[in-house]
């Protein structure tokens, strides 16, 4: 029998996770879930936005069982996602700001661009290289 840890809503006293053991039934239940919603996908034409998809899903359900998301969080995630999408208009967009605090941003660039010797992390402004620095006028 396997363990996860439940988020056990009554017990936000700081004293750390509940574990809960799962059952192998519902193991294969959730796992035919997640073989459901992939196979969804199967009749995709656009091959990368599958691959995207399926991984989507994948991670989000396997984030769902190993924290054994309560249905009171989810509520609470979806009503985050909710009162986000209501304040984001034309100037200010929350989800690229959730996607800063959350780091995914960042993710995304590192995992677009290759690091050279000399230059700064890329960052969405640079990177910077060396040579750019030793002629940056003085003030």
Same mark, same amino acid.
């Given at each position: 029998?396997? +363990?996860?840890?439940?988020?056990?809503? *009554?017990?936000?006293?700081? %004293?750390?996770?509940? !574990?809960?053991?799962?059952?192998?039934? $519902?193991?294969?239940?959730?796992?035919?879930?997640?073989?459901?919603?992939?196979?969804?996908?199967?009749?995709?034409?656009?091959?990368?936005?599958?691959?995207?998809?399926?991984?989507?899903?994948?991670?989000?359900?396997?984030?769902?069982?190993?924290?054994?998301? +309560?249905?009171?969080?989810?509520?609470? *995630?979806?009503?985050?996602? %909710?009162?986000?999408? !209501?304040?984001?208009?034309?100037?200010? $967009?929350?989800?690229?700001?959730?996607?800063?605090?959350?780091?995914?941003?960042?993710?995304?660039?590192?995992?677009?661009?290759?690091?050279?010797?000399?230059?700064?992390?890329?960052?969405?402004?640079?990177?910077?290289?060396?040579?750019?620095?030793?002629?940056?006028?003085?003030?």
């Amino acid at each position: 029998m396997a +363990t996860y840890v439940n988020p056990d809503p *009554a017990r936000r006293d700081g %004293t750390g996770p509940v !574990h809960r053991e799962v059952s192998p039934e $519902q193991r294969a239940i959730e796992q035919r879930l997640v073989d459901s919603v992939v196979a969804s996908f199967d009749a995709c034409a656009d091959a990368r936005l599958k691959e995207l998809m399926v991984g989507l899903v994948r991670h989000l359900h396997s984030f769902i069982r190993e924290v054994r998301l +309560t249905e009171e969080e989810w509520g609470a *995630a979806i009503n985050f996602l %909710t009162r986000a999408g !209501h304040i984001t208009d034309d100037v200010r $967009q929350e989800f690229i700001l959730l996607s800063d605090t959350l780091g995914a941003s960042m993710q995304t660039i590192n995992v677009n661009n290759q690091s050279y010797e000399g230059a700064t992390e890329a960052t969405v402004f640079g990177p910077f290289f060396g040579p750019f620095f030793e002629s940056w006028p003085e003030d």
